[in-house]
Protein backbone atom coordinates (compact mmCIF):
# COMPACT_ATOMS: atom_id res chain seq x y z
CA UNK A 1 0.00 0.00 0.00
CA UNK A 2 1.10 3.77 -0.72
CA UNK A 3 1.81 5.49 2.50
CA UNK A 4 4.00 9.36 3.35
CA UNK A 5 6.20 8.01 5.81
CA UNK A 6 8.19 10.49 7.73
CA UNK A 7 12.27 9.39 8.07
CA UNK A 8 13.59 12.18 9.69
CA UNK A 9 13.00 15.91 10.11
CA UNK A 10 12.82 18.04 6.89
CA UNK A 11 12.26 14.36 4.96
CA UNK A 12 9.08 12.33 4.06
CA UNK A 13 8.59 9.96 1.22
CA UNK A 14 6.20 8.23 -0.16
CA UNK A 15 6.56 4.58 -0.28
CA UNK A 16 5.17 0.92 -0.61
CA UNK A 17 5.05 -0.44 2.70
CA UNK A 18 3.31 -3.56 4.05
CA UNK A 19 -0.42 -3.70 4.87
CA UNK A 20 -0.83 -4.19 8.43
CA UNK A 21 -1.68 -7.77 9.72
CA UNK A 22 -4.88 -7.68 11.88
CA UNK A 23 -4.46 -9.28 15.30
CA UNK A 24 -7.55 -11.09 16.88
CA UNK A 25 -8.80 -8.09 18.68
CA UNK A 26 -7.74 -5.23 15.97
CA UNK A 27 -9.52 -3.53 13.13
CA UNK A 28 -8.29 -2.35 9.77
CA UNK A 29 -9.46 0.57 8.88
CA UNK A 30 -9.47 1.68 4.78
CA UNK A 31 -8.63 5.37 4.94
CA UNK A 32 -10.42 8.15 3.30
CA UNK A 33 -9.56 10.83 4.22
CA UNK A 34 -6.96 12.47 6.66
CA UNK A 35 -6.73 16.50 6.91
CA UNK A 36 -2.89 18.02 7.98
CA UNK A 37 -2.50 19.87 11.45
CA UNK A 38 0.10 21.73 12.79
CA UNK A 39 1.47 19.14 14.68
CA UNK A 40 2.19 17.33 11.47
CA UNK A 41 4.01 20.10 10.38
CA UNK A 42 6.04 20.56 13.63
CA UNK A 43 6.74 16.47 13.62
CA UNK A 44 7.89 17.03 9.45
CA UNK A 45 10.07 19.88 10.45
CA UNK A 46 11.43 19.32 14.25
CA UNK A 47 10.72 15.97 14.88
CA UNK A 48 8.92 15.12 18.05
CA UNK A 49 9.96 13.66 21.79
CA UNK A 50 8.52 10.42 21.37
CA UNK A 51 9.48 9.67 17.84
CA UNK A 52 13.48 8.23 18.26
CA UNK A 53 15.91 9.38 15.66
CA UNK A 54 15.26 7.22 12.73
CA UNK A 55 12.30 5.81 13.42
CA UNK A 56 10.05 5.54 10.14
CA UNK A 57 6.87 6.84 10.62
CA UNK A 58 3.44 7.51 8.76
CA UNK A 59 2.09 10.70 10.36
CA UNK A 60 -1.60 12.31 10.50
CA UNK A 61 -3.66 11.79 13.11
CA UNK A 62 -7.28 13.40 11.83
CA UNK A 63 -8.55 10.46 10.24
CA UNK A 64 -11.73 8.50 8.99
CA UNK A 65 -12.29 5.91 6.94
CA UNK A 66 -14.41 2.65 6.81
CA UNK A 67 -13.52 -0.67 8.39
CA UNK A 68 -11.57 -3.15 5.29
CA UNK A 69 -11.51 -6.15 8.56
CA UNK A 70 -11.77 -7.11 11.91
CA UNK A 71 -9.92 -9.82 14.07
CA UNK A 72 -11.14 -12.78 15.05
CA UNK A 73 -12.37 -11.22 18.49
CA UNK A 74 -13.84 -8.57 17.80
CA UNK A 75 -17.36 -8.11 18.03
CA UNK A 76 -18.81 -4.52 17.84
CA UNK A 77 -17.69 -3.71 15.10
CA UNK A 78 -18.19 -5.01 10.97
CA UNK A 79 -16.56 -4.56 7.81
CA UNK A 80 -17.72 -1.64 6.29
CA UNK A 81 -18.73 0.79 9.44
CA UNK A 82 -17.82 4.20 8.53
CA UNK A 83 -15.47 5.53 11.42
CA UNK A 84 -12.95 7.72 12.64
CA UNK A 85 -10.36 7.94 15.67
CA UNK A 86 -8.71 9.87 18.52
CA UNK A 87 -5.51 10.52 18.20
CA UNK A 88 -4.29 10.11 21.95
CA UNK A 89 -4.84 6.47 23.56
CA UNK A 90 -4.39 6.63 27.51
CA UNK A 91 -3.07 3.94 29.77
CA UNK A 92 -6.14 3.91 31.20
CA UNK A 93 -4.69 3.72 34.75
CA UNK A 94 -3.65 6.86 35.45
CA UNK A 95 -5.16 9.75 37.56
CA UNK A 96 -5.80 11.21 34.39
CA UNK A 97 -7.29 8.48 32.53
CA UNK A 98 -9.71 7.71 35.54
CA UNK A 99 -10.59 10.92 35.10
CA UNK A 100 -11.47 10.96 31.41
CA UNK A 101 -8.79 12.94 30.45
CA UNK A 102 -6.95 10.76 28.15
CA UNK A 103 -5.04 13.29 26.64
CA UNK A 104 -3.20 14.14 29.59
CA UNK A 105 -1.73 10.85 29.98
CA UNK A 106 1.42 10.71 30.97
CA UNK A 107 2.61 7.77 29.18
CA UNK A 108 -0.20 8.09 26.45
CA UNK A 109 0.48 6.34 22.74
CA UNK A 110 -0.97 8.04 19.84
CA UNK A 111 -1.54 7.93 16.08
CA UNK A 112 0.71 9.21 13.89
CA UNK A 113 3.44 9.80 16.58
CA UNK A 114 4.01 6.31 18.52
CA UNK A 115 1.38 4.34 15.97
CA UNK A 116 1.39 4.75 12.20
CA UNK A 117 -1.03 7.73 10.88
CA UNK A 118 -3.34 8.36 8.48
CA UNK A 119 -1.45 9.23 5.54
CA UNK A 120 -1.58 5.33 4.13
CA UNK A 121 -3.97 3.26 2.63
CA UNK A 122 -4.22 1.34 5.68
CA UNK A 123 -4.42 2.13 9.11
CA UNK A 124 -4.63 -0.46 12.09
CA UNK A 125 -6.37 0.05 15.34
CA UNK A 126 -5.16 -2.14 17.79
CA UNK A 127 -7.39 -4.17 20.09
CA UNK A 128 -6.38 -2.17 23.06
CA UNK A 129 -7.36 1.11 21.31
CA UNK A 130 -10.66 0.59 20.81
CA UNK A 131 -10.64 -0.83 24.35
CA UNK A 132 -10.09 2.02 25.53
CA UNK A 133 -12.50 4.56 23.46
CA UNK A 134 -10.77 5.59 20.52
CA UNK A 135 -12.52 4.42 17.71
CA UNK A 136 -15.78 6.18 16.29
CA UNK A 137 -18.68 5.30 14.14
CA UNK A 138 -19.40 8.32 11.78
CA UNK A 139 -22.70 9.29 12.02
CA UNK A 140 -25.35 9.25 8.59
CA UNK A 141 -24.56 12.44 7.28
CA UNK A 142 -21.33 12.62 7.91
CA UNK A 143 -18.51 12.90 4.91
CA UNK A 144 -15.02 10.97 5.94
CA UNK A 145 -13.70 14.50 4.94
CA UNK A 146 -16.12 15.63 7.99
CA UNK A 147 -15.25 12.94 10.06
CA UNK A 148 -11.26 13.95 9.43
CA UNK A 149 -11.70 17.61 10.79
CA UNK A 150 -13.77 16.43 13.65
CA UNK A 151 -10.42 15.76 15.64
CA UNK A 152 -9.49 19.59 15.57
CA UNK A 153 -12.73 20.98 15.82
CA UNK A 154 -13.35 18.48 19.67
CA UNK A 155 -10.26 20.06 20.81
CA UNK A 156 -12.12 23.16 20.24
CA UNK A 157 -14.77 22.17 22.07
CA UNK A 158 -12.49 21.13 25.02
CA UNK A 159 -11.23 24.68 25.35
CA UNK A 160 -14.86 26.30 25.28
CA UNK A 161 -15.63 24.18 28.07
CA UNK A 162 -12.73 25.53 30.08
CA UNK A 163 -14.04 28.80 30.14
CA UNK A 164 -17.62 27.87 29.98
CA UNK A 165 -18.55 29.38 27.04
CA UNK A 166 -22.63 30.24 27.62
CA UNK A 167 -25.62 32.49 25.98
CA UNK A 168 -24.47 35.55 28.18
CA UNK A 169 -21.40 35.83 26.73
CA UNK A 170 -19.23 38.17 24.61
CA UNK A 171 -16.99 35.85 22.84
CA UNK A 172 -13.44 37.10 21.44
CA UNK A 173 -11.48 35.05 19.09
CA UNK A 174 -8.54 35.76 17.38
CA UNK A 175 -7.06 34.21 14.63
CA UNK A 176 -9.35 33.26 12.00
CA UNK A 177 -7.60 29.68 10.74
CA UNK A 178 -9.21 26.61 11.26
CA UNK A 179 -9.14 26.86 14.49
CA UNK A 180 -10.61 30.02 14.88
CA UNK A 181 -13.34 29.19 12.65
CA UNK A 182 -14.24 26.03 14.90
CA UNK A 183 -14.60 28.20 18.10
CA UNK A 184 -16.43 30.67 16.21
CA UNK A 185 -19.08 28.18 15.42
CA UNK A 186 -19.00 26.31 19.23
CA UNK A 187 -19.19 29.88 20.96
CA UNK A 188 -22.29 30.66 18.37
CA UNK A 189 -23.38 26.79 18.88
CA UNK A 190 -23.25 27.46 22.94
CA UNK A 191 -25.60 30.44 22.26
CA UNK A 192 -22.82 33.25 22.37
CA UNK A 193 -24.62 36.78 21.98
CA UNK A 194 -21.90 38.29 20.15
CA UNK A 195 -18.87 36.50 18.53
CA UNK A 196 -16.17 38.58 17.65
CA UNK A 197 -13.29 37.27 15.27
CA UNK A 198 -9.99 39.40 14.65
CA UNK A 199 -7.45 38.59 12.13
CA UNK A 200 -5.10 39.44 9.73
CA UNK A 201 -5.87 37.90 6.72
CA UNK A 202 -9.70 39.60 4.64
CA UNK A 203 -10.14 36.14 3.20
CA UNK A 204 -9.93 34.24 6.68
CA UNK A 205 -11.89 36.60 8.44
CA UNK A 206 -14.74 36.61 5.30
CA UNK A 207 -14.98 32.69 6.24
CA UNK A 208 -15.08 33.30 9.84
CA UNK A 209 -18.03 35.41 8.67
CA UNK A 210 -19.61 33.21 6.81
CA UNK A 211 -19.47 30.70 9.27
CA UNK A 212 -21.51 32.68 11.77
CA UNK A 213 -19.30 35.56 13.51
CA UNK A 214 -21.04 38.64 14.47
CA UNK A 215 -18.33 41.06 14.02
CA UNK A 216 -14.56 40.91 11.79
CA UNK A 217 -11.65 43.39 12.93
CA UNK A 218 -9.07 43.04 10.65
CA UNK A 219 -5.99 44.10 12.77
CA UNK A 220 -4.01 44.96 9.70
CA UNK A 221 -6.39 47.69 9.45
CA UNK A 222 -7.73 48.55 13.27
CA UNK A 223 -6.44 48.65 16.54
CA UNK A 224 -7.73 45.74 17.80
CA UNK A 225 -8.41 46.95 21.52
CA UNK A 226 -9.93 49.96 20.37
CA UNK A 227 -12.38 48.22 18.58
CA UNK A 228 -13.46 45.42 21.03
CA UNK A 229 -14.11 48.20 23.56
CA UNK A 230 -16.33 49.90 20.70
CA UNK A 231 -18.29 46.95 20.33
CA UNK A 232 -18.74 46.42 23.85
CA UNK A 233 -19.77 50.05 24.77
CA UNK A 234 -16.28 49.84 26.68
CA UNK A 235 -16.93 46.97 28.91
CA UNK A 236 -14.96 44.29 27.48
CA UNK A 237 -15.71 41.11 26.14
CA UNK A 238 -16.18 38.05 28.80
CA UNK A 239 -13.79 35.33 26.79
CA UNK A 240 -10.92 35.63 25.14
CA UNK A 241 -9.64 32.19 23.00
CA UNK A 242 -5.89 33.17 21.40
CA UNK A 243 -6.12 30.78 18.40
CA UNK A 244 -2.40 32.53 16.73
CA UNK A 245 0.94 31.62 18.16
CA UNK A 246 1.84 35.20 18.97
CA UNK A 247 3.06 35.85 22.44
CA UNK A 248 2.67 39.78 22.10
CA UNK A 249 -1.55 38.92 21.62
CA UNK A 250 -1.56 36.50 24.73
CA UNK A 251 0.12 39.01 26.52
CA UNK A 252 -2.34 41.68 25.67
CA UNK A 253 -5.11 39.23 25.90
CA UNK A 254 -5.97 40.92 29.21
CA UNK A 255 -6.39 44.37 27.93
CA UNK A 256 -9.42 42.92 26.27
CA UNK A 257 -11.93 41.84 28.99
CA UNK A 258 -14.60 42.60 30.81
CA UNK A 259 -14.28 41.96 35.18
CA UNK A 260 -14.44 38.62 35.48
CA UNK A 261 -13.63 37.78 32.21
CA UNK A 262 -11.65 34.13 30.95
CA UNK A 263 -9.05 33.90 28.92
CA UNK A 264 -8.13 30.10 27.23
CA UNK A 265 -4.50 30.41 25.55
CA UNK A 266 -5.31 27.89 22.86
CA UNK A 267 -2.23 27.96 21.31
CA UNK A 268 0.96 26.84 22.02
CA UNK A 269 3.90 29.04 21.71
CA UNK A 270 7.23 26.99 22.05
CA UNK A 271 9.54 26.31 25.18
CA UNK A 272 11.35 29.61 24.35
CA UNK A 273 8.27 32.23 24.78
CA UNK A 274 7.55 33.60 27.94
CA UNK A 275 5.12 36.14 26.96
CA UNK A 276 4.73 38.64 29.68
CA UNK A 277 0.95 38.79 31.63
CA UNK A 278 -0.45 41.68 33.80
CA UNK A 279 -0.89 39.81 37.07
CA UNK A 280 -2.63 43.36 38.72
CA UNK A 281 -5.35 42.56 35.58
CA UNK A 282 -6.37 39.46 36.79
CA UNK A 283 -5.83 40.02 40.70
CA UNK A 284 -8.50 43.47 40.66
CA UNK A 285 -10.89 42.32 37.98
CA UNK A 286 -10.80 39.04 38.90
CA UNK A 287 -10.21 37.23 35.66
CA UNK A 288 -9.40 33.74 35.14
CA UNK A 289 -6.11 32.46 32.54
CA UNK A 290 -6.58 28.91 31.40
CA UNK A 291 -4.79 26.70 28.60
CA UNK A 292 -5.76 23.61 27.17
CA UNK A 293 -3.99 20.78 24.81
CA UNK A 294 -5.72 18.32 22.88
CA UNK A 295 -9.34 16.74 23.54
CA UNK A 296 -10.88 13.84 25.38
CA UNK A 297 -13.00 10.93 23.55
CA UNK A 298 -16.08 12.71 25.92
CA UNK A 299 -15.30 16.19 23.65
CA UNK A 300 -14.85 14.10 20.11
CA UNK A 301 -18.40 11.95 20.87
CA UNK A 302 -19.77 15.47 21.89
CA UNK A 303 -19.13 17.56 19.00
CA UNK A 304 -19.85 14.50 16.19
CA UNK A 305 -22.98 15.14 17.92
CA UNK A 306 -22.87 18.97 17.44
CA UNK A 307 -20.82 19.60 13.85
CA UNK A 308 -20.94 15.89 12.35
CA UNK A 309 -24.45 15.26 11.77
CA UNK A 310 -24.59 16.90 8.02
CA UNK A 311 -26.61 20.02 9.87
CA UNK A 312 -23.73 22.28 9.60
CA UNK A 313 -21.47 23.53 6.40
CA UNK A 314 -18.10 22.74 6.77
CA UNK A 315 -16.88 22.74 3.73
CA UNK A 316 -15.08 26.66 4.08
CA UNK A 317 -12.94 24.58 6.36
CA UNK A 318 -11.48 21.97 3.63
CA UNK A 319 -9.85 24.43 1.12
CA UNK A 320 -7.89 22.02 -0.83
CA UNK A 321 -7.57 18.21 -1.00
CA UNK A 322 -4.49 16.49 -2.29
CA UNK A 323 -3.66 12.89 -3.29
CA UNK A 324 -1.11 11.08 -1.29
CA UNK A 325 1.66 11.25 -4.10
CA UNK A 326 1.34 14.91 -3.62
CA UNK A 327 2.11 14.87 0.34
CA UNK A 328 4.74 17.59 -0.02
CA UNK A 329 2.64 19.65 -1.88
CA UNK A 330 -0.14 19.55 0.61
CA UNK A 331 2.24 19.91 3.47
CA UNK A 332 3.15 23.12 1.77
CA UNK A 333 -0.17 24.40 1.18
CA UNK A 334 -0.98 23.75 4.99
CA UNK A 335 2.31 25.63 6.06
CA UNK A 336 1.86 28.55 3.78
CA UNK A 337 -1.29 29.58 5.81
CA UNK A 338 -3.57 30.57 2.38
CA UNK A 339 -5.86 28.40 2.03
CA UNK A 340 -7.82 26.35 5.34
CA UNK A 341 -7.63 22.77 5.79
CA UNK A 342 -6.15 20.70 3.16
CA UNK A 343 -6.91 16.89 3.20
CA UNK A 344 -5.68 13.41 1.60
CA UNK A 345 -8.11 11.93 0.42
CA UNK A 346 -8.10 8.25 -1.23
CA UNK A 347 -10.14 6.63 -3.75
CA UNK A 348 -13.51 6.30 -2.76
CA UNK A 349 -13.82 9.18 -0.48
CA UNK A 350 -17.68 10.86 -0.51
Not at 177 to 188: E, N
Amino acid sequence: MKAAVFLEPGRIEVQDIPIPEVGPDDVLVRVRAASICGTDLRIFKHGHFKLPAGTPRVLGHEVAGEIADVGSGVADWLVGDRVSLTPNVGCGRCEMCRRGLNQMCPTYEAFGITLNGGFEEYLLVPGWAIERGNLFRLPDGASFEVGAIMEPASCCLHGQRKVRVSSEDSVLVIGAGPIGCFHTLLAKRHGARQVIVANRRQPRLDIAGRLGADELVNVGEQDLRDEVMRLTDGRGVDVVITSVSDRDVIASATDLLARLGRINVFSGLGDAARPPIDVNALHYRELVLTGTTGSSNDDYRDVLGMLGTGDVDLSPIISRRFVVDDIHAAMEHSASGAGMKPVIVFEGTD
